[in-house]
């Protein structure tokens, strides 16, 4: 259940200005809300280093990934993905999480 999401564009000033990410769903999705989600390490933020948590347990894809604690806490998925939550509109919040910092 893990899912691969290529090409992420950063806002500014963080760089690199675009990365790939990676997150898993839990059991019971989607009435459970996704949490938690990998990127690479070494994302800067005005030339500074964000220090991510290391990863709780690895994800099965190669290279040093780090994890941020993130979830959405006003989940409310629909079948109608317009009027509710679903996964692309959770990933595209990373970009917030991320410039929020570890």
Request: aromatic share 16%; hydrophobic share 40%; glycine share 8%.
């Amino acid at each position: 259940h893990w899912f691969y999401v290529r090409g992420l564009a950063l806002p500014a000033p963080l760089t690199p200005s675009v990365i790939d990410v990676v997150f898993s769903v839990t059991a019971g999705h989607p009435i459970s809300k996704p949490y938690g989600f990998y990127m690479p390490e070494g994302i800067e933020k005005n030339g500074a280093t964000l220090n991510f948590q290391k990863p709780p347990n690895a994800p099965p894809f190669e290279g040093a990934w780090c994890f941020k604690s993130w979830d959405a806490p006003h989940w409310n998925p629909k079948a109608d993905v317009l009027s509710g939550d679903n996964l692309w509109g959770w990933v595209r919040s990373f970009r917030q999480a991320i410039s929020e910092g570890p």
